[in-house]
């Protein structure tokens, strides 16, 4: 496989459940991000990490737990949602972080629906 | 406060030329991208515009002006599969990238 794999593509959970997105990228990256993205709003980051090591969290609610157990693998784990959470959960990968042309390569996304 | 400002949607004719606008005001500025992102799919690399100028690629070209905190995405020759939300996102001083909420471009016949 080649690029950046996210699983599952499709997420409906209740309030009170606890679940995982998962991220896999195969390109040799040192750098992988988690975004949250919303109808006709700008995507927000949520976090970053760089050589395994989180170097990014903004703000985000602690209901979004995020683990990176080595450069190639990214999870976002999810527990007690609300129902606007319900989004499009983007991974993306990049070379680096703090350069300029640090060009973002994306997932598909996993596509999550609370109820 | 940091912000990106591009047109909600936009409808052009297949074989046509649209240009897709972009301004900004940010903390700084470290270079401008532009993505595609198909419905349903991941958004895609476009360009980067660090220089003021126009830099084409093909049927879709990329211009930046610095001093206008302004940039436009050129596509010519317009085809179906074009039909797509395009990204316009700023580097800050603090190399964050700053989005805006996306273009949604409508193709039709």
């Known amino acids: 496989e080649t690029g950046v794999t996210q699983t599952p593509r499709h997420l409906v959970m209740g309030m009170t459940n606890k679940k995982s997105l998962k991220c896999e990228q195969h390109l040799g990256h040192n750098a992988m991000y988690w975004y949250k993205q919303s109808a006709k709003k700008p995507l927000e980051l949520m976090f970053v990490y760089s050589l395994e090591e989180r170097v990014e969290n903004n703000s985000v609610p602690s209901r979004f737990s995020p683990e990176c157990p080595n450069s190639s693998h990214l999870f976002l784990h999810l527990h007690t949602l609300q129902p606007e959470d319900s989004a499009l959960y983007l991974c993306?990968?990049?070379?680096?972080?703090?350069?300029?042309?640090?060009?973002?390569?994306f997932g598909a996304g996993s596509r999550l629906t609370v109820l | 406060g940091q912000n990106i400002d591009q047109p909600t949607e936009m409808t052009a004719t297949e074989g046509a030329i649209v240009q897709i606008n972009c301004t900004y005001q940010?903390?700084?500025?470290?270079?401008l991208f532009w993505y595609q992102q198909h419905a349903g799919e991941a958004p895609t690399f476009l360009s980067y515009?660090?220089l003021d100028g126009l830099e084409e690629k093909g049927r879709f070209s990329s211009f930046l002006s610095r001093s206008k905190g302004y940039s436009y995405l050129l596509l010519k020759e317009l085809q179906m599969k074009d039909s797509a939300s395009y990204l316009c996102?700023?580097?800050?001083?603090?190399?964050?990238?700053?989005w805006g909420a996306g273009t949604k471009l409508i193709i039709k016949p």
């Open positions: 940010t903390s700084g500025f470290n270079g």
């Open positions: 515009n660090v």
């Open positions: 996102a700023v580097l800050d001083s603090n190399y964050q990238l700053i």
């Open positions: 993306a990968s990049s070379q680096d972080i703090g350069k300029g042309a640090n060009v973002l390569t």
